[in-house]
């Protein structure tokens, strides 16, 4: 069974805004469709036009949406019965941009959608995010890791102004 080494590089934003101000931001750049009808829309489409207009209905000013939200902070909050720790992952990405990475290395499908951790320290709010090309750089391909860089670059923008 081969094993593939992979270094990740991780963007770790701070921001002095509270946490509920740095969601909102990142909620309000990003698309929050109905996943249900999403996937309804996509999976029906007949043509390859109606299934991009599908996804560019859905994702938000960033180019991107959001496939699912974690409250990872509500499980420990319910251990402990106080307001924190306040701990939120989505699931982000754009299946166009997905599809352009999985065809080149079909290993890009294990990282996309991507990860934001957006959780509150005593230094401030964080957004995490591991960078798409460090992840496919053991697969050196040069095609992927071009999107790669594009995805990461409105990833890192997206995470700028929300801390902002």
């Known amino acids: 069974m081969p094993i593939r080494k992979v270094n990740i590089e991780r963007i770790d934003v701070i921001s002095s805004k509270p946490f509920d101000a740095v969601v909102s931001a990142l909620e309000a750049a990003v698309g929050r469709p109905d996943m249900a009808k999403f996937i309804k829309e996509t999976e029906g489409a007949r043509t390859l036009a109606e299934m991009e207009s599908a996804v560019q209905s859905a994702v ?5 949406m959001i496939f699912l939200r974690l409250d990872l902070g509500a499980v420990l909050r319910k ?3 106080l307001d924190t720790p306040k701990i939120v992952r989505f699931l982000i990405g754009n299946p166009l941009i997905m599809r352009e990475m999985v065809r080149y290395t079909v290993d890009a499908g294990s990282y996309a959608p ?5 959780d509150q320290r005593p230094d401030g709010v964080h957004l995490s995010y591991d960078r798409m ?4 750089a053991p697969y050196e391909n040069q095609k992927a890791l071009a999107v790669a860089r594009d995805l990461d670059s409105k990833v890192e ?8």
């Not at 923008?157 to 902002?164: D, F, I, S, T, Y």
């Open 133 to 136: 090309v460090s992840l496919l």
């Open 79 to 81: 251990e402990t019965g």
């Open 157 to 164: 923008n997206l995470l700028g102004k929300a801390a902002a």
């Open 60 to 64: 938000g000013a960033a180019g991107l």
């Open 114 to 118: 991507v990860t934001i951790l957006v």
